[in-house]
């Protein structure tokens, strides 16, 4: 775990009806596990638009970076760079989307929203909102080439 990319795989939780827990917020309760399938299974889980949402900011990463390191840890979809750590993680809550640049402070401009930790800048992303597409390709060029979260 020296580039802060790994993990175990394990099955993700489920209703007695088959589907995925949502926890508070609607954020999918997802097993932890490193690659493209827990991330998709996370995606999948998604409640109502914000499935889309995340469809499309994945295909968005992958189209960036396309070599970029995927994970579901602490029921998030992380985004990394191997060597480097993670750069990007994504929560769902009630009402948005969270984004969270690890190094975000480092970023120009920087994602709008300030967090607790020093480093870190949050993006949010609400159900009627417009994208604008090419400030997240610039965040996420940007912050895939400084090194990253590495828990």
Same mark, same amino acid.
């Given at each position: 775990?020296?580039?802060? =990319? %790994?993990?175990?795989?394990?099955?993700?939780?489920?209703?007695? +009806?088959?589907?995925?827990?949502? /926890? %508070?917020?609607?954020?999918?309760?997802?097993?932890?596990?490193?690659?493209?399938?827990?991330?998709?299974?996370? =995606?999948?889980?998604?409640?109502?638009?914000?499935?889309?949402?995340?469809?499309? /900011?994945?295909? #968005?990463? +992958?189209?960036?970076?396309?070599?970029?390191?995927?994970?579901?840890?602490?029921? %998030?979809?992380?985004?990394?760079?191997?060597?480097?750590?993670? $750069? /990007?993680?994504?929560?769902?809550?009630?009402?948005?989307?969270?984004?969270? $640049?690890?190094?975000?402070?480092? #970023?120009?401009?920087?994602?709008?929203?300030? %967090?607790? *930790?020093?480093?870190?800048?949050?993006?949010?992303?609400?159900?009627?909102?417009?994208?604008?597409? *090419?400030?997240?390709? +610039?965040? =996420?060029?940007?912050?895939?080439?400084?090194?990253?979260?590495?828990?």
């Amino acid at each position: 775990m020296a580039n802060g =990319i %790994s993990g175990k795989t394990g099955a993700r939780a489920k209703r007695a +009806d088959g589907a995925p827990v949502l /926890l %508070s917020g609607g954020n999918p309760q997802i097993a932890k596990g490193d690659g493209d399938a827990p991330v998709q299974a996370y =995606i999948a889980a998604m409640p109502g638009w914000k499935r889309d949402a995340g469809q499309r /900011l994945d295909a #968005l990463i +992958d189209r960036t970076l396309p070599d970029v390191r995927k994970a579901v840890k602490w029921n %998030s979809p992380l985004y990394g760079v191997e060597g480097q750590g993670w $750069f /990007l993680g994504v929560h769902c809550f009630t009402r948005y989307i969270k984004l969270a $640049f690890f190094r975000g402070a480092q #970023l120009q401009p920087r994602p709008p929203v300030a %967090s607790k *930790d020093k480093d870190t800048r949050y993006f949010h992303i609400h159900e009627d909102d417009v994208w604008d597409e *090419d400030q997240l390709v +610039d965040w =996420i060029r940007q912050a895939a080439q400084v090194p990253g979260w590495v828990p």
